[in-house]
């Protein structure tokens, strides 16, 4: 039903930057929320960002606000996470996330892709 494919991951010195890419497919996909979380091994996954489908609206975890921006692209079926400041906590599996609210994006979220990792170097 809804298809997420994450890209752009990779290994960047702290202080850098990433811009991961989540391209996704499904008719209804412009209804949905769109997400960005993470997670390191042994560690629960962590909510990072969301999106409306309308783009009117986004949320931030803590740790990454005001250093990570998501956006979204439409027309395209893409969902991305501009990531600046990276320290060596971002590193993680980064996994794109689907859902048709904003609570349900930023919980449980319907639909996962298979995730791409950030590695972050002191």
């Known amino acids: 039903q809804v298809q997420l494919v994450e890209s752009g991951g990779g290994l960047v010195q702290a202080g850098g930057s990433l811009r991961l890419s989540c391209a996704a497919s499904?008719?209804?996909?412009?209804?949905?929320?769109m997400g960005w979380f993470r997670q390191t091994p042994g560690e629960e996954r962590e909510f990072v960002a969301a999106?409306?489908?309308?783009?009117?609206?986004?949320s931030y975890a803590d740790s990454v606000k005001g250093r990570f921006t998501i956006s979204r692209d439409n027309a395209e079926n893409t969902v991305y996470l501009q990531m600046n400041g990276l320290k060596p906590e971002d590193a993680a599996v980064y996994y794109c996330?689907?859902?048709?609210?904003?609570?349900?994006?930023?919980?449980?979220?319907?639909?996962w892709g298979q995730g791409t990792q950030v590695t972050v170097s002191s």
């Open positions: 499904g008719r209804t996909l412009n209804t949905y929320f």
């Open positions: 996330a689907a859902a048709p609210s904003k609570v349900l994006v930023e919980t449980t979220p319907y639909y």
């Open positions: 999106i409306s489908e309308r783009r009117l609206i986004t």
